[in-house]
């Protein structure tokens, strides 16, 4: 088996093949509970992270949201950034290693989706999030089609020649304690009679 390619290689390449619409369209059902789960509630200006942020599409999402004063997402895949910058304002993007990238702000809310698993020790990433990431009575919501449950996502890292790290419902939501978040709590959005549906994740960090 040759070595695995790094996930960020793997979505530059992607962004060059055309396919981050694809997986944007292929993903927004999903990103659209998430979303309203942290925003639906929410009265007063907000900041926002999209990690893991692909070509930007959340973060334009988002920022149509008049309560949105500051918005980024960041990426460690390049070519993804660039057609980020591409379709949105420069200033909105970075492209940096999620796990020492730390912002010019802390935020209200954090989202990811179909990023945590493609870390070894996510909880590494879960933590740098909880601390460097998020203000106090900041929110967590993340996405992920790759978990125990959804046995058909099994053969994922064989066929992408990629590392992910398999995890059940129950697995992922004790690493989200385990980074001090509260009330945690996971629900399965756009399921479907041939999809599991995407685990969605959320934590609280108390003040």
């Given at each position: 088996?040759?070595?695995?390619?790094?996930?960020?290689?793997?979505?530059?390449?992607?962004?060059?093949?055309?396919?981050?619409?694809?997986?944007?369209?292929?993903?927004?059902?999903?990103?659209?509970?998430?979303?309203d789960?942290?925003?639906?509630?929410?009265?007063?200006?907000?900041?926002?992270?999209?990690?893991?942020?692909?070509?930007?599409?959340?973060?334009?999402?988002?920022?149509?949201?008049?309560?949105?004063?500051?918005?980024?997402?960041?990426?460690?895949?390049?070519?993804?950034?660039?057609?980020?910058?591409?379709?949105?304002?420069?200033?909105?993007?970075?492209?940096?290693?999620?796990?020492?990238?730390?912002?010019?702000?802390?935020v209200?809310?954090?989202?990811?989706?179909?990023?945590?698993?493609?870390?070894?020790?996510?909880?590494?990433?879960?933590?740098?999030?909880f601390?460097?990431?998020?203000?106090?009575?900041?929110?967590?919501?993340?996405g992920?089609?790759?978990?125990?449950?959804?046995?058909?996502?099994?053969?994922?890292?064989?066929?992408?020649?990629?590392?992910?790290?398999?995890?059940?419902?129950?697995?992922?939501?004790?690493?989200?304690?385990?980074?001090?978040?509260?009330?945690?709590?996971?629900?399965?959005?756009?399921?479907?009679?041939?999809?599991?549906?995407?685990?969605?994740?959320?934590?609280?960090?108390?003040?």
């Amino acid at each position: 088996m040759a070595d695995q390619i790094k996930a960020t290689d793997l979505f530059s390449n992607w962004a060059k093949e055309g396919k981050d619409q694809r997986m944007a369209n292929t993903h927004a059902p999903s990103v659209q509970e998430m979303l309203d789960h942290v925003l639906t509630t929410i009265s007063s200006p907000f900041s926002f992270i999209d990690a893991g942020c692909g070509n930007g599409w959340v973060i334009r999402k988002v920022l149509e949201n008049d309560l949105c004063k500051y918005a980024v997402g960041v990426d460690g895949a390049s070519t993804m950034i660039e057609q980020a910058k591409l379709n949105g304002p420069k200033e909105n993007y970075v492209c940096e290693d999620l796990l020492s990238w730390i912002p010019d702000q802390k935020v209200d809310i954090v989202h990811s989706m179909e990023v945590l698993y493609y870390f070894k020790e996510p909880l590494k990433l879960l933590n740098h999030i909880f601390k460097n990431w998020l203000k106090p009575n900041g929110k967590l919501v993340s996405g992920v089609d790759f978990y125990f449950e959804n046995e058909k996502s099994h053969s994922w890292p064989t066929d992408l020649n990629v590392h992910m790290t398999l995890l059940s419902k129950e697995e992922w939501l004790s690493l989200f304690q385990s980074a001090g978040f509260l009330d945690c709590h996971s629900w399965y959005a756009n399921s479907s009679s041939d999809f599991h549906g995407t685990l969605c994740l959320f934590g609280h960090k108390h003040s």
